[in-house]
C-alpha cells in the first residue's frame, strides 16, 4: 500500500507542475516580454546610423515612434541633427506645392533613393517597369 501512495504522490506531483508549466506557457503567447527599444546590431533589426543619410531630412523620413535605429540621440524628435539641409520634419512648402523628404517633390517613387541601376521588383504584373526594363533572375535592372 506505501507503495500505491508514492506513486499517487508523484502523479501529483507531476500534474501541479506540468500545470504550472502551461500557465506560463500561455502567459507568454497572451503577453510576450517586449523588446528593447533600440536594436545595437544589423542582426537585432538595427537597419540605420546618421553616416547613412546625405541630409537630416533623409534621416528624419525614417524616425519612427520609440526611434529603434537610435537616429534622435537627444530626444528632440528630430533626426539626426548634425547632417545638413535643416531639421525640417516632413515636407517643406515651396511655391505653393509640397515636397517631399524622399522623391524631391516630383511624385516619382523610382527617385526614391537607391541603386541608380536597379534591382527593383518585379511588378505585381510580373513584369518590369519601363525604367528598369531588363529582367535577370527576377529583378529588374537599367
Given amino acids: 500500500m506505501p507503495r500505491m ?3 499517487m504522490l508523484v502523479l501529483a506531483a507531476l500534474v501541479l507542475v506540468s500545470g504550472f508549466m502551461l500557465r506560463l506557457a500561455l502567459h507568454e503567447m497572451v ?3 517586449p523588446k528593447p527599444a533600440v536594436a545595437q546590431s544589423v542582426q537585432e533589426g538595427d537597419l540605420y546610423d546618421c553616416p547613412d543619410f546625405a541630409t537630416q531630412p533623409q534621416a528624419q523620413a525614417q524616425l519612427l515612434p520609440g526611434d529603434p535605429y537610435g537616429l534622435d540621440a537627444d530626444s528632440d524628435g528630430k533626426a539626426c541633427d548634425s547632417l545638413p ?3 525640417t520634419t516632413g515636407g517643406t512648402t515651396t ?6 523628404p524622399l522623391d524631391g517633390g516630383n511624385d516619382d517613387l523610382f527617385n ?3 541603386p541608380k541601376h536597379g534591382p527593383v521588383p518585379l511588378m505585381p504584373d510580373g513584369g518590369c517597369p519601363v525604367e ?10 537599367r
Fill in 31 to 33: 503577453r510576450p516580454v
Fill in 85 to 87: 539641409g535643416g531639421t
Fill in 112 to 114: 526614391s533613393g537607391g
Fill in 132 to 141: 528598369y526594363p531588363l529582367e535577370r533572375a527576377d529583378l529588374c535592372y
Fill in 5 to 7: 501512495l508514492w506513486r
Fill in 95 to 100: 511655391g505653393g506645392t509640397t515636397t517631399g
